[in-house]
């Protein structure tokens, strides 16, 4: 008993160590908080479909999905291909709405939804990579983009990537009659365009 007594004013003590040890290796893990670098527009599913047929995917492929928004092409990955799919964004509301639509569609043992950024990751295990960002941006991904492995396939809604050729674009307009959409397909090594083309 005269133990317990005698730790007792040294409880406070050790959790307080605990606590300074413990918190920089919190911070340390704590996600990028920086403003989004384009709003949140969802792609519509029918261009979701479009783009996976274009990129060809096949059954058990690694699907990265770069600004996943609402986690709709990470879901439509695992439920129509049986894919591995990992979405990131690095808005904490649109990870919240990617792991509700995530956890409503049960495909919780194949898609992993991470709050980070895109200009951060390390793509090299994707055998496909969804875009939906602005022209600037798949330029800036352009290095990270170069160190995939050979047959990656690369697919974009709507914009290109400048200073690289795709190896097929196509035209879709969705069956709800709205506005005409575009998807780039580009294949790993990319295919770099002359200066002055």
Known sequence: MKRAILLAPCVPV???AALVVLVPAYSQDKPA???????YVPTP???VDKM???ADVRPGEIVYDLGCGDGRIPVTAAKKFGSRAWGFDINPVRVRESLENV???RVENLVTIKQQDIFELDLSKADVVTLY???RLNVKLIPQLDKLKP???IVSHDFNMEGVRPKREINFR???GSREHRVYLWVTPLEKESPGR
């Open 174 to 176: 969705p069956s709800d």
């Open 103 to 105: 956890k409503k569609n």
């Open 14 to 16: 050790l959790v307080l």
């Open 133 to 135: 960002l602005l022209p």
């Open 45 to 47: 599913q029918e261009v």
């Open 52 to 54: 996976f047929e274009l």
């Open 151 to 153: 047959g990656c396939r």
């Open 33 to 39: 908080q920086r403003e989004p670098d384009v709003i």
